[in-house]
């Protein structure tokens, strides 16, 4: 993030997304300006004529034929008329295509982001990321739709009636072009300014979007610790920066329109008076017609310059909110050089595997090598870390030398204060996080040769942080596995002892659930995480403290139902309550990221060690 600031480049990139699907449409959109400039300049100099050729010959006549006054002010109606269907035409087709591409940009957004790996979302504040979804792409749609076709409309307007007065009186142009030049400096001297706080506004709106999500999801966290005046003086401080940005931006943008439009006032005046000089002093060939047409032609000018300022700068700012889209979609997405894949098998009494592609209960891992022979290892769920050493930084290890495994069935609990470890190492397991030394193997396989897709298809993982989705309950459990049939999701449930109280509900199944499940309790909630596990029927399971936030009598209920889900799986289990790491096949204990102590339940306690303490309450376990 924070790459130097390159409109050019970040200009053509969107172009590019124009022109990729839109091509026909801009041609259109392109030919309809031309014109609509074109009949604007030919209707500016056809007033010459009309003041020349019709009007003051009628002068001083006592019967004036008005017809054929009358049909060329009819005639210059229907110029003006065109200029004016085109000018709709470009604008409502320019409308289409600016929606068009950033439903794609959205898309594409949406579609890297969720191939980003898990450091991404750890360095970047929520709100920030969906900024880029809303204020951004908002500010983009405007440059789209109204500040690129006025601003080459109005290119095109300046260039036609350029090439009008040159035709009337090249000295007037001259002086009239001279005049636009000081005009044009004075706006790219305000521009340049107002671009660099453009940048800005747009990254402190994306902290400040960042910093209100932060607070409605915690809220019940900052009434507890009363830290209201905490957080609101943290919100004026973020608000305040953004004023200050946004106030540095505006001030140069708001200030070019009353500067050109006094500019353009002072253009009209002058443009009248060095013209009626020029034809008193016959400088040059000048008739009132002439005149008239340059001071239209003046105004006409001014126009389009004004208002290519005013659309300069929502181009930068749009530019701004285009920088920060385009450096989440340069953001490198999480690699995979793994090539041994989940496949389903059918198992033959010889002990031979056949790959299936329908679903059999029964998986493999497909290890094909450089000649293409292939090798199928029966998924089990054997788990083993050999000296792994890893940090989130380079600088800083978390994990010093882990040595352990977990046989398939078997139960390994993690215990120690919070910042031991614990999470870290299931994060290994997953591949949320590559290790830096050592191994970690799965069936005997390294799980560095394994796409992560299929690594994590074979895990499953209830977390203490529940996140249930909008939709119905069943679509919440499915979303383990999403071909889950009705009778299999039912199943899960009952399997978990979440049956009993989603049949109680009104709608059972098929009740809605909004704002991450807030209508049911913390434990209906974890049941139905541990649901979603079952029904994925995972050979290896992680629980990271999913009873730490519920009460001692919903822990019993959840606990049986994780009981369940654990029989014949290779379970890794965060403890934070010990009573629930007792029955486990080992027990690892943690501190600043070493295993300091390891056995069963019954071992530990007799060596008096550190599990000793923390189990009797010598030392809180966090």
Known sequence: MGRPYNPLKIFGRILS???????????????SIIVSAAANAIGISFSQRLIDDYIVPLLGKANPNFAPLAKAIGFMAMIYLCGAILTYVYNRTMVTVSQGVLKDIRDEMFAHMEILPVRYYDSNATGDIMSHFTNDTDTLRQMISQSIPQTIAALISVLSIVIAMFMINV????????????????????????????????????????????MIEGQKVVKVFNHEEAAIDRFVELNEDLRINSTKAN???????????NIGNFMYLLTAVVGSIFSITDV???????????????????????QISQQFN??????????????????VPETDEGHVELVNIIKHEN?????????????????????????????????????????????????HDINLFAKPGQKIAFVGATGAGKTTITNLINRFYDIQKGMITYDGINVQSMKKADLRRSLGIVLQDTHLFTGTIKENIRYGKLDATDEEVYAAAKLVNADYFIRQL????????????????????????????????????ILDEATSSIDTRTEAIVQA???????????FVIAHRLSTVRNSDAIMVLDQGRIIERGTHDELIAQQGEYYQLYTGAIKLA
Request: glycine content about 10%.
């Open 351 to 399: 002990g031979r595997m056949e790959e299936s592609v329908k679903r059999t209960g029964h998986w493999a891992w497909k290890n094909t090598d450089a000649n293409g022979q292939v090798q199928y290892t029966e998924l089990k769920g054997d788990v083993r870390f050999e000296d792994v050493t890893f940090g989130y930084r380079e600088d800083k290890t978390i994990l």
């Open 561 to 571: 139902g994780m009981d369940s889900l654990m029989k014949g799986r290779t379970v």
């Open 284 to 306: 040059t060939a000048l008739t009132l017609g002439s005149i008239v047409s340059f001071v239209q032609f003046t105004k006409s000018i001014t126009m389009p310059i004004a």
């Open 506 to 541: 009104p709608k059972g199944y098929d009740t809605e659930l909004t704002g991450d499940g807030g209508s049911l309790s913390q434990g209906q909630r974890q049941l139905l995480a541990i649901a979603r596990a079952a029904v994925a029927d995972p050979p290896v399971l």
């Open 251 to 261: 001030t140069y943008a708001n200030i070019m329109m009353p500067i050109m439009g």
């Open 314 to 331: 929502a181009i930068i700012l749009s530019l701004a909110g285009a920088q920060r889209i385009f450096e989440l979609l340069d953001e």
């Open 171 to 214: 000295p007037m142009t001259i002086f009239v072009l001279f005049m636009v030049t000081l005009m044009v400096l004075v706006i790219r001297n305000l521009g340049s300014k107002s671009g660099k706080y453009f940048s800005f506004q747009q990254k402190a709106l994306g902290t400040l979007n960042g910093y209100i999500e932060e």
């Open 17 to 31: 997304y124009v022109g990729k699907k839109y091509r026909w449409r801009l041609i259109v959109v392109f030919i």
